[in-house]
């Protein structure tokens, strides 16, 4: 089969590979439910001496919509703005004390390069605010923040506001090379002789045009088949991915329900929701065919995240400058950190290798955490992820560590939903990680919050979310 032809390095084949991680159900249909709230326990605070504390006042985001459905006339910095208005709204922040605005994103409308500028602009903070604009792939948002938390924690600001936004409806579409380079020559040309020389090298092919890349740049592979291949080294199941995507869906349904997604601030009269909450079943979701690898693939439409425009936004502060304007914070941010892998055959497995290291740098355990929230791209990838970290044999041949990391419960794993069912904004979905690890935190009464996430490139990143004392 071909799903089994580019093995893990130093494993003599794949199959030996998978026969590692045979197939072990996950129960994911049996926690449709969301956990019950838990008791608030008196653990340790992780404050450092001599360093700011750094805290999330709040943060919002327009509904995540398909691609292609109600933002599709609009350009990525409307999105952004409107997740500045709604942060400003949620917030009443005087726009005035925001030291600096930092926003994520991963595929740039070429007039709004800089959309963090644009749409702080457009939503009416000063120009003498500075903004920029950080690329990272599916963690562009969750560096923005980390950026911020930087400068806060170094002094250098009080007042950040960090974000993301993608707007996949309306990518660049380029002309091919060979026509850029003519039309850029024939800007040049100063002569009509010259002109017509140049218009004489044209070909009709020239006018083929460039696509924005789906895959890796490294390894010419898209995502959905590096997912499928990981899905079959680490022998997970189409029914385990399909079990996991309905369960997304409809956790994320009944939390919509309940109210319980309540940083989503309305786009415009009739857009209030998120549209691609879908629950389906495991019946219907059988039916469809691989996406990537054909006809033995197991990733589908139904068990993977789909393309979506929004946008996200978030007020952090320092500690003492939230409390002197009379805020009650929502949540610290803690330790974080960034990873990366071989881009080939661990593109995904970011959450993995980071999960541990940001426990260990924060002196905590998987025991400590009340609050997981992942970004799901693929069933498969969550899933692949869930049994790597649960081998003690992949811990010591390829993270160098002699025990394993350890299965995250699933009955507090991504409670609200996740990327499957909520949504996935390349640029945006760090900030919402973080908000429902806070918000969650509040709701189910614990303290500490894990949030991670894969990325292209092989990337990936943790952060440790502490709620704060009611």
Known sequence: MTILTYPFKNLPTASKWALRFSIRPLSCSSQLRAAPAVQTKTKKTLAKPNIRNVVVVDGVRTPFLLSGTSYKDLMPHDLARAALTGLLHRTSVPKEVVD???????????????????????????DKTPAHTVTMACISANQAMTTGVGLIASGQCDVI???????????????SRKMRKLMLDLNKAKSMGQRLSLISKFRFNFLAPELPAVSEFSTSETMGHSADRLAAAFAVSRLEQDEYALRSHSLAKKAQDEGLLSDVVPFKVPVTKDNGIRPSSLEQMAKLKPAFI?????VTAANSSFLTDGASAMLIMAEEKALAMGYKPKAYLRDFMYVSQDPKDQLLLGPTYATPKVLEKAGLTMNDIDAFEFHEAFSGQILANFKAMDSDWFAENYMGRKTKVGLPPLEKFNNWGGSLSLGHP?????????????????????????????????????????????
């Open 294 to 298: 054909k006809p033995y693939g197991t």
């Open 100 to 126: 600096y605005i930092i926003f994520g994103t991963v595929i740039q409308e070429v007039k709004t390069s800089n959309v963090a500028r644009e749409a702080a602009l457009g939503a009416g903070f000063s």
């Open 426 to 470: 390349f640029g945006a979905t760090g900030c919402r990680l973080v908000m429902a690890a806070a918000n969650r935190l509040r709701k189910e009464g614990g303290q500490y919050g894990l949030v991670a996430a894969c990325a292209a490139g092989g990337q990936g990143h943790a952060m440790i979310v502490e709620a704060y004392p009611k």
């Open 161 to 175: 506001v960090a974000g993301g936004v993608e707007l996949m409806s309306d990518v660049p579409i380029r002309h």
